[in-house]
């Protein structure tokens, strides 16, 4: 499985951004994928994750907030951003697993590149 993430950008608190992931490969429907962060001399982080049957666990920091999703049909997996805060100012990854809660970056086999997000206050 081949990742790429975009839709990162520079953004002011408080909007929404909404990050896509790419996947190719048509086992992409079998993954349970994930959303990471990685802010700054900080390690990556655990933000969202979805499961192939399409249920879903958060972080609590973005718990009520960010959301994510998947269409199987489409190979992508997208994580709504909403009421953004700058402590979310960090690369975002996606990443696949085969691992049904996994919320350690240990547990993913297959990364994208990274989109960076900044939020401004």
């Known amino acids: 499985v081949q990742l790429q993430a975009s839709g990162g950008g520079l953004v002011q608190a408080g909007v929404s951004l909404r990050l896509s992931c790419a996947a190719s490969g048509r086992t992409f429907s079998t993954y349970n994928m994930g959303w990471f962060r990685q802010a700054p001399g900080k390690e990556r982080e655990f933000v969202a994750g979805?499961?192939?049957?399409?249920?879903?666990y958060y972080a609590d920091s973005v718990k009520g907030r960010f959301t994510i999703s998947r269409d199987n049909a489409k190979n992508t997996v997208d994580l709504q951003m909403n009421s953004l805060k700058p402590e979310d100012t960090a690369v975002y990854y996606c990443g696949a697993t085969r691992y049904f809660s996994a919320r350690l970056p240990g547990a993913y086999d297959y990364w994208g590149q990274g989109t960076q997000v900044t939020v401004s206050s």
């Open positions: 979805i499961r192939s049957g399409g249920s879903t």
